[in-house]
């Protein structure tokens, strides 16, 4: 039995993104990026037995929650339906630990390993998160490297679009204090008259 997939292109504050979907649910998103032809085309090649299609009502609220988180709207997303039937266990079980994430908090990949049960997975974390599918829906974008480092980001855009993504999520991407960090514990002493 084959799957029907339908695949639309859609406009957010960053660029422009796609999203494939089927009966069971969303099967893939992309990144935003700055010119929709390049992106139909690559998408296409990525599901050539994809039509493009209207959203269906669904797909449409997706595609309206995602548009809103990336002008900056807390939205985890993490209730949105995804169609990971073929996505390996390890994977699945990845991106559900990343689904918690919300939006302005990060974690990192050793962190994901060790909740995973074994700290020395966390390059099989960043593997499995390369290839992840579902990009923010699935917010890979929020995990980072030992020290609060970016990492690696393979998708299109690369650290530039990571970046940006968590800029408008006003998430903290390093361990530098922060202005609220350095003010002082205990209240100023007291002047005596």
């Excluded at 799957?3 to 999203?19: D, N, R």
């Excluded at 689904?99 to 908090?105: E, F, K, N, Q, V």
């Excluded at 970046?163 to 002047?191: C, G, H, Q, V, Y």
Aim: glycine residues 8%.
């Amino acid at each position: 039995m084959t799957k029907t997939l339908s695949y639309s292109l859609f406009e957010t504050a960053i660029g422009a993104c796609a999203i494939a979907w089927g009966e069971h649910g969303i099967t893939a998103v992309s990144l935003p990026e700055a010119h929709a032809t390049a992106l139909r085309s690559r998408f296409a090649k990525r599901f050539p037995e994809a039509q493009e299609d209207t959203p269906t009502a669904a797909i449409g609220q997706a595609i309206a929650r995602i548009q809103a988180l990336l002008k900056g709207e807390a939205d985890d997303l993490a209730d949105i339906p995804l169609d990971d039937a073929d996505l390996p266990a390890f994977n699945k079980r990845v991106y559900a630990i990343a689904r918690r994430i919300p939006p302005g908090a990060t974690r990192t990949y050793g962190e994901i390993a060790r909740e995973l049960g074994d700290p020395l997975l966390a390059q099989s974390v960043g593997q499995a998160l390369g290839r992840n599918p579902f990009p923010i829906i699935v917010p890979c974008h929020r995990v980072l490297a030992a020290g609060g480092k970016t990492g690696g980001f393979s998708a299109t855009g690369g650290i530039e679009t990571k970046f940006r993504m968590l800029a408008i999520e006003r998430a903290k991407t390093d361990n530098a204090p922060s202005l609220f960090d350095e003010l002082p514990l205990s209240p100023p002493p007291r002047r005596s008259h």
